[in-house]
Structure formats: C-alpha cells, structure tokens
C-alpha cells in the first residue's frame, strides 16, 4: 500500500549536522533530495567535525554555518534568510558519562538550545499563519524512558523515567517539543532510538572505544560486570527511518526505532575485539587480554529494548543490516580511517579520557 506523504521539505535546518547521526544524515539526504536546501547549524564542539562532511561540503544545495543553537538572533537570522519549512533537530550534548560531569551543559544546550528552536520555530512558522506546511523534527533517545530490568520493552506509550542527566536533558527537550505543539500549534514530530553505531561516531561511546583501544593494544573498559544490555541500531538504518518519518510520519506522533539487536555489553566487547583481531590477521585472543571490568557509571541503566511495531506497521521501515553486518561495516570503516580517529582524539580529549579512565581502570571492577 502507497504511504501517504504528509511533508515536503524545501528548506532544511539540520542542527548539529557535523556530529555523528547529523553527518550520517546529511550525507544522505543532500545527496539522495538535490532540489533541497540544506543548512548545517553546528557550534563544533569536541563532538563536532566538518571533516565527516568532506563529500557534500561543496554540494550546491548544502550550506555550513558555524553557531550555538542558544543563539536566538543568529537562529532568527537564519530562518529569514533560508525560509526553512523544515527543522531536523540533532544537536545535542550526547554522552551520558559527560553528563554526570557536566550536567549544567546538558541543561544548556538540549534544553534551552532546543527550547530556542522551538520558540524562533513557532514565530516565524505559527505567528505567520503557514505553520501547516512545516515540520519540526525532534531526534531524541529511548534513555527518556529510564531502565529496563531483565523483561519488556519500550513503547511510544511507556511513561518518562530518565535517570542520567543527559536523559533528564533529553526528555526535558521532548517535553517542551510536545508543549509547543500542544500549546502553539507547532507542527512537531519526535523520533526516540536506541544506541547508534557506525562510521564517524566519537572514540568515547563503547564501540569505537572498543575498536580504537583494541587496535592501539590499549586496556578496553568495561563497566561493571559487562551485564547491562544496549539495543543496537546501525547509524545508515537509522537515518533511513529519519527520512521515513519526516516524509511520511504524523505531526505530535512519536516513532520508536531500533533495530531488535539486544546484547550484553561484554558479550558485544568480545565479539567486536575478535574482530578486530580476525580482520587485522592477529592471533586469536591477542585483544580479549586487554579486556578490563573497570568501577561502574554511577546509576547505570540495566537495559534498554524497543517495541518498533508503530514504525513498522505505519511507516513500513525496517532496518537493513543484521547487527553482525553493521559490526563488520564499522570495524572496516574505523581501521580505514586510522587519520579520523588520531585528529578527534586531540589533547584536549586525550586529557578527558586519561582523567575518566585512569581512575577507573585503578579501581577494578564492582
Ligand atoms: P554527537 O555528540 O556526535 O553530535 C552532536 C553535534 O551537536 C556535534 O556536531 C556538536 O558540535 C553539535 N552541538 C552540540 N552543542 C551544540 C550547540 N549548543 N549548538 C549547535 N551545535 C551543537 O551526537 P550524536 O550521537 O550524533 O546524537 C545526535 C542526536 O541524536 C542527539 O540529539 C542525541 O541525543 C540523539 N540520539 C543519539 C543516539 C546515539 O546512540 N548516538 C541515539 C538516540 C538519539
Ligand atoms: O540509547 C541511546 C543512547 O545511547 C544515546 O541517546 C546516547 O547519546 C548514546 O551515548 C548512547 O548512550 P549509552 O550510555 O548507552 O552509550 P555508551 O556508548 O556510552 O555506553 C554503552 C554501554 O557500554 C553502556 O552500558 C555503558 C557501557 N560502557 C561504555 C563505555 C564508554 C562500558 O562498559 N565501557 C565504556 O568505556
């Protein structure tokens, strides 16, 4: 059965489009749509890296502008120069551990930075009467939802219970994103994944720490007992479900995507050393031995698990890559790219992981 479509961007605002997820999107999607306008609001952060946009960067219909998402004048600016009938909303401050530093930054950012948006959103697009034709694309994450024990899965319908900082920060985002639909008539939609892997994601999440440290022979943290389980979704699928559900998803709905890849930590971290090992001709076990149970996250989330039959029955989206391809892929993809991973981790992260990990590792597991 034909999907009805019930968007049509013209003029895209992409936040955060230099990080992770944004960059695997906008890769996509300036390619895939040419007649598109696409613009890049990042404020480069740690996380942020122009270099992962390096084949679209001279595409006609992208632009990069360098700025904060807090920046109400600049973001005002930016939707009387581009007219976007469309948000797409990635930026963020993303690392849960971060969080437990920092959380003042989380607040700053993916509250009052997405609550910014959503306001100079709800100006240009609702007090002008043509709210109808936009879309406001708010990416957000299943952590809202809180901590699965060993049983169940998340719904669309499962109540909020983060328990990070970083979660609290998103979830607050969500709030605010449904509040300006509820309350303004913003035309909001909201996506919550689970745990993205893939090229270009930053060396402190779990898979490409695993995959650099294993291939520099460097100790390999694991937190806890490596019992916590994570859903794992491949970044490619993921924003192919983003495209879905901007042209085809329903304002003030919220679609859960993952891709049913439920593993243990340490069962993840050996499967993804061997690899590592396999694809660089080592003898077996050479990076099991550097395997380490380190002090646990303070309040770590047991586990998380999707129920995505909403994306599925309405949206007909279904991932592409059984977890073991999308492992292959990305162990491929960072062994190739030995340069991208030596000019993120500059001295200023270098400093960060000595300071997070030498603690850790001393400490032994719990
Ligand atoms: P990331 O940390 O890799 O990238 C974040 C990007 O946002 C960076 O380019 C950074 O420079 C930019 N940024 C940060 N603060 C900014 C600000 N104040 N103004 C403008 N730009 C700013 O994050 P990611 O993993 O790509 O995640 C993208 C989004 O997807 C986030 O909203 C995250 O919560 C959500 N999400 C991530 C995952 C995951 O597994 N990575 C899963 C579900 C949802
Ligand atoms: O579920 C979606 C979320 O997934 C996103 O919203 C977040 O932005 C993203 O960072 C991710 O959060 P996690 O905390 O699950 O991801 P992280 O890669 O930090 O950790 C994955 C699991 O691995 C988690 O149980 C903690 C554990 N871990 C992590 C690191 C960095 C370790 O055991 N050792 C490590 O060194």
Same mark, same amino acid.
């Given at each position: 059965m034909e999907k009805p479509l019930k968007h049509t961007p013209e003029s895209v605002l992409v936040t955060g489009g230099a990080g992770f997820i944004g960059s695997n999107y906008l890769l996509r999607m300036v390619r895939k749509y040419p007649d598109v306008r696409f613009v890049n609001l990042d #404020? %480069?952060?740690? #996380? $942020?890296? %122009?270099a992962n946009l390096h084949e679209i960067e001279e595409a006609s219909n992208y632009r990069f502008v360098r700025g904060d998402i807090s920046d109400s004048n600049l973001v005002d600016s930016l939707f009387e120069q581009f007219r976007f009938t469309t948000v797409v909303h990635f930026a963020a401050e993303s690392h849960v551990d971060r969080s437990i530093e920092d959380p003042l930054a989380f607040v700053r950012t993916n509250v009052t930075g997405s609550t910014t948006l959503l306001d100079v959103a709800r100006h240009h697009w609702v007090e002008n009467g043509n709210a109808s034709r936009m879309r406001f694309h708010h990416i957000s994450t299943d952590e809202v939802f809180g901590s699965l024990g060993l049983d169940g899965r998340f719904s669309e319908d499962t109540p909020y219970a983060p328990r990070s900082p970083y979660a609290a920060s998103k979830a607050s985002s969500d709030h605010f994103a449904r509040a300006y639909a509820e309350t303004? $008539? %913003?035309p909001v939609i909201i996506s919550n994944a689970s745990n993205n892997f893939g090229p270009f994601q930053f060396p402190e999440k779990l898979i490409p720490l695993v995959i650099s440290n294993a291939l520099d022979l460097k100790p390999i943290p694991v937190y806890g007992r490596g019992e916590n389980v994570r859903d794992w979704l491949y970044v490619e699928d993921h924003c192919a479900a983003l495209d879905t559900i901007l042209h085809f998803g329903s304002d003030l709905r919220t679609y859960l995507v993952g891709a049913g890849n439920e593993v243990p930590n340490l069962d993840l971290v050996r499967s993804l050393v061997d690899l590592v090992d396999r694809t660089l001709d080592r003898s077996e076990g050479t990076a099991r031995k550097l395997i380490r149970f380190v002090k646990d996250r303070p309040g770590h989330d047991f586990r998380y698990a999707l129920d995505v039959s909403r994306i599925q029955e309405e949206l007909g989206w279904e991932p592409d890559h059984t977890l073991e391809d999308g492992l292959k892929k990305t162990v491929d993809w960072y062994l190739s790219n030995k340069g991208w991973l030596d000019s993120v981790r500059d001295d200023s992260y270098l400093h960060y992981y000595d300071r997070m990990y030498t603690d850790r590792l001393n400490s032994g597991g719990n």
């Open positions: #404020a %480069l952060t740690y #996380a $942020g890296n %122009l303004f $008539g %913003l």
